[in-house]
Each structure stands twice: as C-alpha cells, then as structure tokens.
C-alpha cells in the first residue's frame, strides 16, 4: 500500500487546474486588500485643526485658507510664530503651556513642548493628519483635525 501510494504522487501533476485557480483567486484578492488598505488611506482630507482647552474652543488654522482664528476669551492665552513650513501657537493657561506645530506642507500637527508633566505624554504622541487627536490630560487641552471623516481615537499624554 505504501508503495502504490507513493507511486500515485510521483506520477501525479504538480498542480492541477482546480490549484492554479485558487491561487490566482488568492493574490488577486491579495492586491486588492494592499490598493483598498496601503494606497487609498494615504490622501489626507484634514482642512484644518482645531485646539480646545477644558471643552471650549481657542482656535483654529485652515489650510485652504491658511488663516487662524484664535477665539475671544483665548487672545490674551496664545502667541503665534510663524516658521518656514508651518505654525507654532503657543497655548497658556493657568496649569501651564502647550507648544503646537502645525506643517502646512505635509498637513500635520503635533504638540512639540509642553509642561505638563514629567513623562510629557502628550510630546511624544505622534503626529496627527486626517483622524485622532492628541489629548493633554493635566492641561485639559485637545488637538484634533477638522476634517469629513470625523475624530478618531485620541491620544492621551
């Protein structure tokens, strides 16, 4: 029995047309999942940011525009600088500042100094294009993109 078996698959086809089938099914959904997941996510609809502290808007930068609008009760709280490639608005409060770098090339904003605490979670969270946000627990302030697809989960520091 062992021998018949064993002369059955040298005999055999390597692969049959039923097995090229289903391989070509198999990296053809393959590419389609690496177009759907590695390519398509890379356009960034962010149209702005937007920075909250304790709930309440401070301000907000548009990149079609290119303009800021620091709200009435924070005019006196924030300072902004102007740099080659992007922003920096430096946000005081009673509990401390937060130091935020917006790129207006590569459309991204991320909390760049901060005093928050000794970790600085909030420093070293990643930068923000199109969903997320970056939440900075002891100063109650938030950074989040204004975009059509919404919030994402935040990031807290």
């Known amino acids: 029995m062992k021998k018949s078996l064993f002369n059955w698959v040298k005999n055999s086809k390597v692969f049959y047309l039923k097995d090229l089938f289903a391989y070509a099914v198999a990296v053809l959904l393959i590419?389609?999942?690496?177009?759907?997941?590695?390519?398509?996510?890379?356009?960034?609809?962010?149209?702005?940011?937007?920075?909250?502290?304790?709930?309440?808007?401070?301000?907000?930068?548009?990149?079609?525009?290119?303009?800021?609008?620091?709200?009435?009760?924070?005019?006196?709280?924030?300072t902004i600088e102007e740099v080659d490639d992007g922003i920096t608005f430096n946000v005081k409060n009673s509990e401390g500042f937060n130091k935020i770098y917006i790129s207006k090339?590569?459309?991204?904003?991320?909390?760049?100094d901060s005093?928050?605490?000794?970790?600085?979670?909030?420093?070293?969270?990643?930068?923000?294009?199109?969903?997320?946000?970056?939440?900075?627990?002891?100063?109650?302030?938030?950074?989040?993109?204004?975009?059509?697809n919404g919030m994402g989960e935040p990031i807290t520091g």
């Open 31 to 78: 590419a389609v999942l690496a177009v759907i997941f590695l390519i398509l996510p890379n356009t960034n609809n962010t149209s702005g940011f937007k920075v909250e502290l304790d709930g309440k808007a401070v301000l907000t930068y548009s990149f079609s525009t290119g303009d800021y609008e620091v709200f009435n009760d924070f005019v006196n709280f924030v």
């Open 105 to 112: 090339t590569e459309k991204t904003a991320e909390i760049v």
């Open 115 to 148: 005093d928050c605490s000794v970790k600085k979670d909030c420093v070293h969270s990643p930068k923000i294009k199109d969903s997320g946000a970056i939440v900075c627990a002891p100063h109650k302030l938030k950074l989040f993109p204004l975009s059509d």
